[in-house]
């Protein structure tokens, strides 16, 4: 069964390789969508996959990596996109 997720984090994230690292930890765990900045300082993450898969990385996202602090995930049910690739996009 797949499942769809879009969530918007926020914290001490902007500025040093955050989306990069959601993207690593998106091609390891089979993840497809995308993650960006948002003008208002969020990150915004889409992503959608095998339901295992995507309830791993939401709590991915939601751990601080390195040089990062997540305050905040707020979590919204979304529509399944069909993405074939994870990737970074620009405001």
């Not at 499942?3 to 902007?14: D, E, M, P, V």
């Not at 993650?35 to 095998?50: P, T, Y």
């Not at 751990?63 to 074939?84: I, L, M, T």
């Given at each position: 069964?797949?499942?769809?997720?879009?969530?918007?984090?926020?914290?001490?994230?902007?500025?040093?390789?955050?989306?990069?690292?959601?993207?690593?930890?998106?091609?390891?765990?089979?993840?497809?969508?995308?993650?960006?900045?948002?003008?208002?300082?969020?990150?915004?993450?889409?992503?959608?996959?095998?339901?295992?898969?995507?309830?791993?990385?939401?709590?991915?996202?939601?751990?601080?990596?390195?040089?990062?602090?997540?305050?905040?995930?707020?979590e919204?049910?979304?529509?399944?996109?069909?993405?074939?690739?994870?990737?970074?996009?620009?405001?």
């Amino acid at each position: 069964m797949r499942k769809s997720i879009r969530l918007y984090i926020t914290g001490s994230i902007q500025g040093i390789f955050f989306r990069q690292y959601i993207k690593d930890q998106a091609d390891k765990n089979k993840i497809n969508g995308y993650v960006r900045s948002l003008e208002d300082g969020r990150v915004e993450v889409f992503i959608e996959g095998i339901v295992d898969n995507v309830n791993a990385m939401v709590q991915t996202c939601k751990a601080s990596p390195p040089h990062a602090k997540v305050r905040n995930v707020e979590e919204k049910q979304a529509p399944f996109q069909g993405f074939k690739e994870f990737k970074i996009l620009s405001i």
